[in-house]
């Protein structure tokens, strides 16, 4: 089965980047140098053909289809060299995601030049790393760290804890090995509040200083 080629470059004529190998069948290698590049092979092992990955998609070896660079190791394989940008808009290149400036949780997509403006729920921020929605402790970007936005950071202390917020009596932070000790925001449920004491959402006739947080509310 073929992949999803996108942009097709031309027949090879001049020296070989890649390797082939006869095996009885046509078949797709990467391009040993530049990530958004591949080949064909014919069935006796000569290069046949060379193909070009849509702007902003590089290609992925093992299911031999082109797709955004997040999930896909080009540093790791050597395969360092990209064709030049077609920059379009707010698109840095025809297929992507870039973070908005001045904002952590609202990011540029970008697919074939045509972009939208996305905005990430609860809480979350743009991570540049993976191309997704995660918690500010998760994607600890610079500039959107979970202390940043939150202006509260973990205890030097070992173990797992949940810490109230100044601000809010229903919202409380988490921290522990699964944050690497970076503030993680959590809330109880409507008609309750943390309750630092147990460590879990409470009634607020519980909480001192919470009693009244939804009559006040």
């Given at each position: 089965m073929l992949p999803l080629i996108l942009g097709l470059v031309s027949v090879v004529a001049g020296e070989p980047v890649s390797v082939c190998r006869p095996t009885g069948d046509r078949y797709f290698i990467a391009d040993g140098a530049q990530c958004d590049r591949f080949h064909m092979c014919d069935e006796d092992g000569n290069l046949a053909a060379e193909f070009l990955c849509q702007d902003g998609l590089v290609y992925e070896p093992v299911s031999k289809q082109c797709g955004l660079?997040?999930?896909?190791?080009?540093?790791?394989?050597?395969?360092?060299?990209?064709?030049?940008?077609?920059?379009?808009?707010?698109?840095?290149?025809?297929?992507?995601?870039?973070?908005?400036?001045?904002?952590?949780?609202?990011?540029?997509?970008?697919?074939?030049?045509?972009e939208r403006k996305v905005t990430c729920q609860n809480h979350l921020v743009f991570d540049d790393a993976t191309g997704d929605c995660e918690h500010p402790d998760t994607a600890n970007?610079?500039?959107?760290?979970?202390?940043?936005?939150?202006?509260?950071?973990?205890?030097?202390?070992?173990?797992?804890?949940?810490?109230?917020?100044?601000?809010?009596?229903?919202?409380?932070?988490?921290?522990?090995?699964?944050?690497?000790?970076?503030?993680?925001?959590?809330?109880?449920?409507?008609?309750?509040?943390?309750?630092?004491?147990?460590?879990a959402c409470d009634d607020p006739e519980n909480v001192p200083g919470c009693e009244n947080y939804y009559s006040t509310a």
């Open positions: 660079p997040f999930k896909i190791d080009c540093l790791g394989s050597g395969r360092t060299l990209l064709q030049e940008p077609q920059a379009q808009g707010n698109c840095q290149r025809l297929n992507g995601k870039w973070a908005v400036a001045g904002t952590c949780d609202e990011y540029i997509d970008c697919t074939s030049g045509v970007r610079v500039g959107c760290t979970a202390e940043e936005l939150y202006g509260f950071e973990c205890p030097n202390t070992v173990g797992q804890a949940r810490y109230a917020a100044e601000t809010d009596c229903r919202a409380f932070f988490t921290c522990g090995i699964f944050t690497n000790y970076h503030p993680r925001l959590g809330g109880c449920p409507v008609n309750s509040v943390f309750n630092p004491a147990s460590q």
